[in-house]
Antibody, heavy 117, light 110 residues
Framework: EEQLAESGGDLVQIGGSLRLSCGGS????????MSWVRQAPGKGLEWVSG????????YFAASVKGRFSISRDNSKNTLYLQMNSLRGDDTAVYFC??????????WGQGTLVAVSS | QSVLTQPPSASGTPGQTVTFSCSGS????????VNWYQHIPGTAPKLVIY???ERPSGVPARFSGSKSGTSASLAISGLQSEDEADYYC???????????FGGGTKVTVL
């Protein structure tokens, strides 16, 4: 059974940086595109970023472009999200999900990022 | 404000059918496939419909999806208490070069 597990969420100050990780198991990690999706308190789901299986193509939501980067290490079955210049509206639960283009067939439980002054 | 528009709420009694929509545009729903997610707060979202009308393995046949032009809809027939959740539509947007979600529809079983 495929599983995804996020880590790295924390309380960080405005303007700070944080790196999230997502470990995959139970499937051929490098064979799948992966994405990050977030949910701010009281809000709906928002796609943040995606990356192709070999890491050659990356995509970002306008709200994070230029501040966030996405990468993966297929030898470690791990997806990353580097978040810089964090703002208050980046506060959310961040989920990693298997897939791209809107179809996400497996999700992690999420990790909480809280950005505070 | 979400790129895809969903009604904020829908409700029904056990056994009834509830249907709700997801409205978009030519750059997302019309030219790409629509996917639907069930999300119970505090848990991982779950894919219930992909490629407009396909059900993943393990999703009950009570869930069905359709698409026409720039709109899509999700129907839940034989409504059960366990179906109470938030439901989101999602699609790729060619203009934004990214994934767009609807704002979510909260389904309540009366």
């Amino acid at each position: 059974e495929e599983q995804l597990a996020e880590s790295g969420g924390d309380l960080v100050q405005i303007g700070g940086s944080l790196r999230l990780s997502c470990g995959g198991s139970g499937f051929t990690f490098g064979g799948y595109a992966m994405s990050w999706v977030r949910q701010a308190p009281g809000k709906g789901l928002e796609w943040v970023s995606g990356i192709s299986g070999n890491g050659g193509r990356t995509y970002f939501a306008a709200s994070v472009k230029g501040r966030f980067s996405i990468s993966r290490d297929n030898s470690k079955n791990t997806l990353y999200l580097q978040m810089n210049s964090l703002r208050g509206d980046d506060t959310a639960v961040y989920f990693c999900a298997r897939g791209l283009y809107g179809r996400f067939d497996s999700w992690g439980q999420g990790t909480l990022v809280a950005v505070s002054s | 404000q979400s790129v895809l528009t969903q009604p904020p709420s829908a409700s029904g009694t056990p056994g009834q059918t509830v249907t709700f929509s997801c409205s978009g545009s030519s750059s997302n729903i019309e030219d790409n496939t629509v996917n639907w997610y069930q999300h119970i707060p505090g848990t991982a979202p779950k894919l219930v419909i992909y490629s407009n009308n396909e059900r993943p393995s393990g999703v009950p046949a009570r869930f069905s999806g359709s698409k026409s032009g720039t709109s899509a809809s999700l129907a839940i027939s034989g409504l059960q208490s366990e179906d109470e959740a938030d439901y989101y539509c999602a699609a790729w947007d060619d203009s934004l070069n990214g994934v767009v979600f609807g704002g979510g529809t909260k389904v309540t079983v009366l």
